[in-house]
């Protein structure tokens, strides 16, 4: 019987066998002049800041939790809401278009992502609210006769909807990539199993292959939703009174530009960060178990498809 010796610690010296060769940690002199020279250099970093009169910490303090900062940042919460909730919904269907058999559908999807990826959402916010110019009013009905519905273009598109039109079409190409990729990380064999079980097309969609792309969908879907609370900004081009605008329009009046920027950038910060803790706590629950309910799903999956396929061989008596 021969004993086994359990590994050395880190930083300890083994003396088991005589003649035996001390087994010392690795030094590393470079990490630790590199920890130096960055603790050194955010400290001061940190103290030129705060020694700098021109901030104005106590402009940003007056102005932080001020009323009309406060209506931007709730006016920026509701764009990104919407907008997202656009995007998702829209990208879902434009996914969905995409992965279909119908060679006119995958067409329409694949332009339409082709589309709003290529152009910039800037530009595309300032199209929506210029629309007029190329359509004054808006008719429904039938061609050379009395409409059923007429709309002015001016009054039916606002700002507000011009900038959701922008930013919500624009996110669902990106979101219907995310959900493409999502839909695909899900092996075949759970789809065929569920049609072999009688499933609509559309119920194990939604009862099978979705659920378990969620765990894929989820981190991307994060990324975009912190994006786009950011991209919101781009909105203050057209006069949303967003979180942007706002901090412009007071600055505008106080010329205090840099005290009321940062401000607005801890408004964002804030906001931002409790998005990624709601991120984290969504991947952390759509990812518990995964991988011994993945490997037992795919293989029943896989399994199941054979059966109906005939490929599984009957025991013999």
Known sequence: MTAVESEPTVGATTTTEAGAVPVRPHRRPWRAVANVVVIAAAALVALSVATNPRFESGVVATWLFSPRLAQGALMTIGLTVAAMTIGIVLGIVVAIMRQTDVPLLRTIGGFYVWFFRGTPVLVQVIFWFNLAALYPRLEVGIPWQAPWVSLDVNELITPIAAALLALGLNE???????????????????????????????????????????????????????????????????????????????????????????????????????????????????SRGAGASESASVSLGRRLSALVRGAVPTRRS
Request: charged share 15%; aromatic share 6%; glycine share 4%.
């Open 172 to 286: 669902a190409a990106y979101m219907s990539e995310i959900v493409r990729a999502g839909l695909l990380s899900v092996d075949d064999g759970q789809e065929e199993a569920a049609r072999s079980l009688g499933m609509s097309r559309m119920r194990t969609l939604r009862r099978i292959v979705l659920p378990q792309a969620m765990r894929v969908i989820i981190p991307p879907t994060g990324n975009e939703t912190i994006t786009m609370l950011k991209t919101t900004a781009l909105v203050s081009v057209v006069a949303v009174a967003d979180l942007l605008y706002v901090t412009q329009t007071i600055y505008a009046q106080t010329f205090q530009t840099i005290p009321l920027l940062i401000a607005a950038s801890l408004w964002y910060l804030a906001l931002t960060t409790v998005l990624t803790i709601g991120q984290s706590r969504l991947e952390r629950r759509f």
